[in-house]
């Protein structure tokens, strides 16, 4: 079994596994839509969301990902009722976080969603037992009584496999079990939606993974949409799709497949999407605005399948052009034709039409060999993606 990352830098055209995520057809649980967070405090304004956009489809375990100060918290803030937005489209599971009254905010939090906190002592009361927290959880929200509680009081302690403490109070149990207990706390209400801010972040590495690792069974076995937000990029690895967060925007996705190489061996394939806005609006990694010196504007032009992005200022165009490739990644052009800056003396638009046309027709030459090779061959050696979760 190997594993590949890929870049979001990578030429090729995207796989259709985040199109057919992003498909608009299905109402998603999350949605997050221009969403700003502006907090004022000493005279001093804090962006902490600038516009954020996210959308979490039902049943889906997400992550996401972002250094200190990059909005996470304030986003879950938001996404579990306890603050509302300053401006933006946050909803979830039907409800609308902006317009929603105190009634409904009650109800929401009580039975839509479930939260996990990175404190420990902030998950669980420390004079009750595990199975009590969770007892409580129910009793707060008027779910379940006698037997039945007791009952589904037990399924979910086993399912976190924390049965075995049900009788022991959090000063008892160690960190991870305490994690575990508050997960199922979280899930005590059957809720359709599942925030965790920082669940790992007091657990050390392995005891993390395993916590991880727990929260993707809770997703796999009782189907519940799961949002997880943290630093920590290991998490990653736990998910089908990370989202990074950086200044308050998501800026790229991570998604992760499995796919069957050609010897029917299964292969791990990390891709790395920078994500797109309904306006048009992208953040393009930092190495590559470095790398090509990009900053305040660039050129762009729409080629028969990509756009390429060049420095707006013809001195640094050549300074990269002078760089060797490895130093200096060219912009996505296809190889075999140098592209030329758009709305340069050197780029008038006949050349680019035909440099078009050309590769038009390299395209069309390569499919009809592959169509002519595969006719006569065995096409078994094609590779096959599947959800991983
Ligand atoms: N109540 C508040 N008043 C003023 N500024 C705030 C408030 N809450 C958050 N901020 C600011 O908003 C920004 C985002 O904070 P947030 O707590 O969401 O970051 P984070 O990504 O969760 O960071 P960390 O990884 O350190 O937990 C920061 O600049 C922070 O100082
Ligand atoms: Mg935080």
């Known amino acids: 079994m190997t594993s590949t990352e890929t870049p979001a830098h990578s030429p090729e055209p995207t796989t259709n596994a985040s199109t057919a995520m992003l498909a608009p057809d299905a109402e998603p649980h999350i949605l997050c839509t221009d969403l700003v967070r502006i907090f004022s405090a000493d005279g001093v304004e804090v962006q902490a969301l600038q516009g954020l956009n996210l959308r979490v489809d039902p049943g889906e375990m997400v992550a996401v990902v972002g250094a200190s100060g990059s909005g996470k918290s304030t986003l879950l803030t938001i996404l579990s009722g306890l603050d509302t937005a300053t401006a933006g489209v946050a909803r979830v599971a039907g409800h609308d976080l902006l317009s929603m009254g105190g009634r409904e905010r009650v109800a929401y939090q009580r039975h839509?969603?479930?939260f996990v906190w990175q404190q420990t002592s902030r998950n669980l009361l420390p004079y009750l037992t595990a199975a009590e927290n969770v007892a409580l959880a129910m009793n707060v929200a008027g779910?379940?009584?006698?037997?039945?509680r007791a009952t589904r009081v037990d399924e979910l302690l086993g399912l976190l496999d924390v049965g075995e403490m049900r009788d022991r109070r959090p000063g008892e149990l160690s960190g991870g079990q305490q994690q575990r207990v508050a997960i199922a706390v979280a899930l005590a209400n059957s809720p359709q939606v599942l925030l965790a801010d920082e669940p790992t972040g007091e657990l050390d590495e392995s005891t993390s993974a395993a916590v991880l690792e727990a929260?993707?069974?809770?997703n796999d076995e009782l189907g519940v949409t799961t949002l997880i937000v943290t630093h920590d990029p290991t998490v990653s690895g736990h998910v089908r799709r990370t989202v990074q967060i950086r200044d308050g925007?998501?800026?790229t996705e991570v998604l992760r497949s499995t796919r069957l190489d050609e010897f029917g061996e299964e292969q791990h394939v990390a891709e790395e999407f920078a994500v797109l806005d309904r306006v048009g609006r992208l953040q393009l990694p930092h190495d590559f605005m470095q790398s090509l010196e990009l900053r305040d504007r660039v050129r762009l032009a729409l080629e028969a399948d990509h756009v390429g992005v060049w420095p707006g200022d013809e001195g640094r165009a050549d300074a990269a052009a002078r760089r060797s490739p490895e130093a200096a990644p060219q912009p996505t052009a296809p190889t075999g034709s140098e592209p030329a800056p758009?709305?340069?003396?050197?780029?008038?638009?006949a050349a680019a039409t035909s440099r078009r046309a050309r590769r038009a027709a390299e395209r069309a030459a390569e499919a009809s060999a592959a169509a002519d090779a595969s006719a006569g061959t065995d096409t078994s050696a094609g590779t096959e993606t599947k959800d991983e979760r």
């Open 249 to 251: 925007r998501t800026s």
């Open 342 to 349: 758009p709305g340069g003396s050197d780029a008038p638009d």
């Open 112 to 114: 839509t969603v479930g």
């Open 215 to 218: 929260m993707r069974a809770v």
């Open 143 to 148: 779910t379940l009584r006698g037997a039945a």
